[in-house]
């Protein structure tokens, strides 16, 4: 089977990390460009990214937005993970679905995020009526992240919510030193604890999972999440 060929929008320790496991993971980086990287004089045109299979976008917040819209009409399949531009993703959703390009994005590409989320989502869905049990949930991560709290305890309360957790869930995050991340969700009552816990040891779990999603994304349209990519729709 061929290699596919990534482009590395955004060439930060994510990008070096995911260019470092490529070629063992049936993957060939062909391509480099710095976080600054935008739309604007062709950068990201279809006549730049030729011979790109997928591109996978580790950038910020700011520049998100218009570099994936301008790889949904270079017809370039993507994988994003980068966090907090969620707010555009309409639009962004928008620009792959008219163009029939397809997207990956997640807060996370960890496997063992995504079984978390799964795990936390059930614990809401049966506490969901059980009045004494309060929740929280908190991450770590290191002091260089911008977004607080992180796009992924976003998305686990999101996901409690969604269960029909409707309570309060407290949340809290702190940034210290260089912790690649650990989230926590608890639910509390007079009479127990329950906390559910994911430590990541490095950032190795994104880069496997990033590469993962490229793998998947050359052959789909359409925009997908990560879970959708290991658990199916």
Known sequence: ????????????????????????????VVMRLDSKAKHDGGVLSAN??????????????EAAPENLKALAVAHIPTVSGTTGWYRRLPEVQQAFEKEGTGLVYSPNFSVGVAVFRRLVTEAAKMLKDEA????????????AKKDAPSGTLLHLVEAMKAAGYSRNVDLSSSRA??????HEVGFDSLADTITLRHVARSREGFALGALKAARWIASHSGVHTFEEVLFGS
Do not use: R
């Not at 590395?8 to 995911?18: N, T």
């Not at 730049?48 to 917040?61: M, Q, Y």
């Not at 004494?132 to 002091?143: F, N, T, V």
């Open 132 to 143: 004494d049990y309060g929740a929280w949930a908190w991450e770590i991560h290191h002091d």
């Open 177 to 182: 030193g260089k912790h690649p991340g650990t």
């Open 48 to 61: 730049a990214l030729k011979g790109v299979d997928v591109a996978v976008e580790f950038t910020n917040p």
């Open 1 to 28: 089977m061929q290699d596919t060929k990534i482009a590395l929008i955004g060439y930060g320790k994510m990008g070096h990390l995911v260019e470092h496991l490529a070629t063992s993971h049936g993957c060939q």
